[in-house]
């Protein structure tokens, strides 16, 4: 088997940090991850099945990850080493194609009865992610036992995966799992009906969002920003009313909103520019998870409104009066389970997901596919994938000589 | 009125003229915001057209100040017999956007209502306002009303609420004096159209102003402005600088009918200011010098300038420019009747300011400087570039432009991307939202002018602040809309590349680049003409 294993090497996790602070996605090349080579593993229980990723995605926990970014608050909640990779669509030893649920619930540890999230399909909030019959780990690509999509091999549980239908590509196929996120995110912010709804961030997350509040919400006005043109086009394409830059947001859903604004006085920055608005949006969706958006979004959101963190935040300083005047909701939304629809019908996001990428062709977000021996470009290509007008990077395992011995 | 020239050893001023640039012409000053480039124009196909020398001043501005008031023109009777006891009376006045850039101490402004303010106390007039008739442009400050009107008269009556700015938002402040055969509204402020005499203050520093345009629009809001504040309005004004072939200008007079048969009584005082701008003598007297006849010690104190201004920080910069206070001459002072008053004015403004020239160019160049009418102890966004090149100098002309149909305007000025935030609020949101999806003045007030003119954020920033109101930057859009759809291309030299682009406007480096890409346009070997300006010179195109 061929994989990218991550290690717990704290010199190395040291370095990964400083290279990845100079230069976005250069941990891959100090940090403690590597290229190997080894034994096929073995399954982790009687019931998991073998899964040959064809395309595995590189998302921003993924560079966290690599560029020593993460939060402590997950050191208890993985196993090392490890073989990252959770956004998987590959084949199963009968040749059938799935993608891959990452989320490690109740179920796939075989823990019974189930937690009570479990229970009601919520398994991204399993109370159980540290116990059961495998190593901790919130998701595959997180747990030593199962492996990950970095790798031309790991194991799965049946209850993970998905078939896939024969008219996705396998473009459209990886673009499942981030879909579900944005799916999930949407729907988690109960958005009014011609609701003003803000997303910050126009990477993969962004634009999944958008596409997900186009289509299974009905929002008046979706307002982004973005950096880059390519972002600003596809968030307009997906459904986004008004894209502005980052430091445009501010006044854009302000107009939009018809607010007024509370502009500076004091001498942080230049007096008369908008601090923060008396009203603001509906709802605030943070695709990016720094001290900045979650800031911004504290003040453009209008009191009582919704504020959800889809972005994976680490450690963050805010000044958190306005969610206390404001009396603002800040929710965070990780990944995935069953989600209730404006009728009352419990759909599981995947079925959504699966429906939104083939509407809204989302197989177009993946930009670029590297081999896993040219790892360190593909971490470097994703963690700059915006300023060189890409979306999603992934690894392209089908051609692999490890993954195609049988 | 009082005409009368100081006595004066100085040689009588020089009329502006056109200079044909051959060989031994020497570079030309470009005015280039906070400072100058040195421009050499192709030889052999360019010219320059150069503003007059200062007209004389008013040896005796008070004299004639009271002389006008006295003998008005038109069917007026003189001030005394129209100010009686117990009577409402109005005093407004034009404000912080004139003169630029704002004149030395005393202010004409001053000087006129002093006067008219002693004969209304003789006369035992005690209900007086005075009001800066601003329409929707920002509130002044008080240091800027005290400038404008002097102390005494400030602390007479702005700690009792007597004087103050217009706030066209006011509905209580504000009526529809009734509309004019072209369905116009004609918008008004109250306490003027209430009042038994409205006396109008004007500084006529170009002949857009003045006229029945000083009240029909410095007293209104958006109901009454939106008539010819307007794309059609000013796409038929060729130009907003010629009365008689200004739509916007008929638009004005219409509503001038509708006020006066609507009772409300008008004495107009209009004056005019001579080209004194940079001074005789002092730190920028070389700006008002032909380059050719700069001394040695010109040309040495010109570099060392440029010099210091390059490496001074654009706000010390801004500082030191927004200090200016143009030595301005009062040149004639004219009262009574509007529309008398009025025709005697623009003779006086063009005495100073019209110079013929014979035919069009393909190309017409021009040197933007740091000050327009918006951005008074302010910044000068590129909205405001904009509409300084395109809506008032290109304007300055009578006949036909200066430069032919499908011809290449050529402007520099570093067109920061800067905004004041008091000051300008809508204008950003009017770059970021309204820009980014379409230049087309058309498009643009069809779709976004009633957003943001009823905005109620900026309508309480005008009314509460000192911001231009949110549609402010819409009229200046359509002010440049006459050049744009004139216009084959407009050039920037020397700009902010993002800003020049998101204006619609092609960007160069160099006056040579920009030149080249304007042979695209009009082809090769194409006729220059470079409007020297200021001091303000005015085109007469035949």
Redesign the interface.
């Known amino acids: 088997m061929k994989a990218l294993r991550f290690k717990r090497n704290i010199p190395r996790y040291a370095a990964a940090k400083i290279a990845g602070n100079i230069k976005p996605g250069s941990g891959a090349s100090f940090g403690p991850i590597d290229l190997i080579q080894e034994e096929s593993p073995k399954a982790p229980g009687e019931e998991w099945v073998r899964v040959r990723p064809r395309l595995s995605g590189i998302c921003g926990s993924d560079l966290a990850t690599v560029d020593g970014k993460s939060a402590r608050y997950f050191e208890p909640l993985v196993s090392f080493p490890f073989t990252p990779g959770h956004e998987v669509v590959g084949d199963l030893d009968d040749d059938s194609r799935v993608v891959l649920e990452p989320v490690l619930s109740c179920t796939s540890r075989n823990i019974s009865p189930t937690c009570n999230p479990c229970s009601q399909g919520k398994i991204g909030n399993c109370e159980n992610v540290t116990l059961g019959e495998i190593s901790p780990g919130i998701q595959t690509g997180s747990c030593h036992d199962t492996g990950g999509g970095w790798a031309t091999e790991f194991y799965a549980h049946p209850s993970q995966l998905h078939s896939v239908p024969n008219e996705f590509s396998d473009e459209a196929a990886v673009m499942v799992e981030p879909t579900a996120c944005g799916v999930h995110a949407a729907l988690a912010a109960e958005l009014p009906s011609e609701g003003v709804v803000a997303i910050l961030g126009s990477g993969t997350l962004g634009q999944v969002t958008i596409s997900a509040l186009r289509h299974f919400t009905n929002p008046k006005t979706i307002i982004s920003t973005a950096r880059y043109p390519e972002q600003k086009r596809l968030a307009a394409e997906l459904g986004s009313d008004?894209v502005?830059?980052p430091d445009?947001i501010h006044?854009?859903v302000?107009?939009a909103c018809?607010?007024?604004?509370i502009?500076?006085v004091s001498e942080k920055g230049?007096?008369?520019?908008?601090d923060r608005l008396t009203g603001g949006a509906d709802v605030v969706i943070d695709c990016v998870g720094t001290s900045k958006s979650i800031s911004d979004a504290l003040s453009i959101t209008k009191p009582k409104g919704k504020i959800i963190l889809v972005g994976m935040p680490s450690i963050v300083e805010l000044e958190l009066t306005p969610l206390w005047h404001r009396e603002l909701q800040l929710i965070g939304a990780y990944t995935y389970g069953t989600e209730r629809l404006a009728n009352g019908e419990a759909v599981n996001t995947f079925d959504l997901a699966f429906e939104l990428v083939k509407s809204a062709k989302l197989e177009k977000l993946v930009s670029a596919c590297y081999r896993l021996n040219n790892y360190q470009e593909a971490l470097k290509h994703a963690a700059n994938a915006g300023a060189r007008g890409a979306f999603k990077i992934v690894f392209d395992l089908r051609d692999e000589r490890e993954r195609n011995i049988k | 009125m009082n005409n009368e020239n100081k006595e004066t050893s100085r040689p009588s001023p020089r009329p502006g003229f056109v200079l044909d640039v051959d060989r031994n012409t020497p570079p030309i000053v470009f005015h280039h915001g906070e400072n100058f480039r040195l421009e050499k124009l192709p030889v052999g196909r360019s010219r320059v057209v150069y503003p007059s020398e200062p007209l004389e001043g008013l040896s005796d501005p008070e004299g004639a100040i009271k002389d006008a008031l006295l003998n008005p023109l038109g069917d007026s009777e003189p001030l005394p017999s129209l100010l009686k006891p117990g009577m409402k009376l109005t005093i407004a006045f034009d404000d912080i956007s004139l003169p630029l850039p704002p004149m030395r101490k005393p202010d004409i402004r001053q000087r006129i209502i002093e006067a008219v303010l002693d004969m209304a106390a003789e006369a035992g007039v005690d209900d007086v306002h005075l009001i800066a008739a601003l329409a929707l442009h920002r509130r002044m400050t008080e240091d800027e009303l005290r400038h404008a009107v002097g102390d005494r008269v400030y602390d007479s009556f702005a700690p009792k609420g007597l004087l103050y700015n217009l706030d066209a938002e006011d509905p209580e402040g504000m009526i529809v004096l009734g509309e004019t055969p072209h369905g116009e509204d004609v918008h008004f402020c109250r306490r003027a159209a209430e009042s038994d005499l409205l006396i109008y203050v004007n500084i006529n520093l170009v002949s857009m102003d003045g006229g029945h345009k000083s009240t029909a629009t410095g007293l209104a809001g958006y109901t009454g402005l939106r008539h010819h504040h307007n794309v059609h309005t000013l796409r038929n004004s060729k130009s907003i600088m010629d009365k008689d072939n200004s739509a916007l200008h008929a638009s004005n007079w219409r509503m001038g009918d509708v006020i006066k048969d609507a009772g409300v009584k008008i004495f107009q005082i209009e004056t005019t200011v001579n080209n004194n701008t940079f001074g005789r003598e002092g730190p920028l007297a070389l700006l008002q010098k032909r380059e050719w006849e700069w001394t040695a010690r010109d040309r040495g104190q010109f570099i060392a300038m440029q010099r210091g201004l390059d490496l001074l920080p654009v706000k010390t910069k801004r500082r030191i420019f927004g200090g200016w206070q143009s030595p301005y001459e009062m040149t004639s002072v004219q009262a009574g009747e509007v529309e008398a008053v009025h025709k005697r004015t623009i003779e006086n403004v063009y005495a100073q300011q019209l110079v013929t020239v014979e035919g069009q160019t393909d190309i017409l160049t021009m040197g933007l400087p740091y000050i327009c009418p918006y951005n008074v102890n302010s910044i000068m966004n590129p909205i405001l570039v904009m509409c300084l090149g395109l809506g008032y100098f290109f304007n300055l002309y009578k006949g036909k432009p200066l430069v032919r149909e499908g011809g290449v305007l050529i402007m520099s000025h570093p067109t920061p991307w800067e905004f004041?935030?008091?000051?300008h609020?809508s204008y950003?949101?009017f770059f970021?939202?309204v820009l980014i999806e379409t230049t087309d003045p058309i498009e643009i007030e069809k779709k976004y002018e009633k957003?943001f003119a009823e905005?109620?954020?900026y309508i309480?920033l005008y009314r509460n602040?000192y911001a231009y109101h949110g549609v402010h930057p819409f009229y200046m859009w359509y002010w440049g809309s006459h050049a744009m759809q004139h216009l084959g291309r407009i050039i920037i030299v020397g700009g902010d590349q993002k800003a020049v682009r998101r204006l619609g406007f092609q960007s160069a480096s160099t006056l040579q680049d920009a030149l080249e890409i304007a042979t695209d346009v009009v082809g090769p070997q194409p006729t220059i003409t470079h409007l020297k300006n200021p001091p303000i010179v005015m085109a007469d195109v035949i």
Do not use: L, Y
Request: charged share 30%; net charge negative; aromatic share 2%.
């Open positions: 008004i502005v830059n445009e006044r854009a302000r107009r018809g607010t007024k604004a502009t500076n230049p007096e008369g520019s908008v | 004041h935030p008091v000051h609020p950003i949101d970021e939202q957003q905005d109620e954020w309480h602040s």
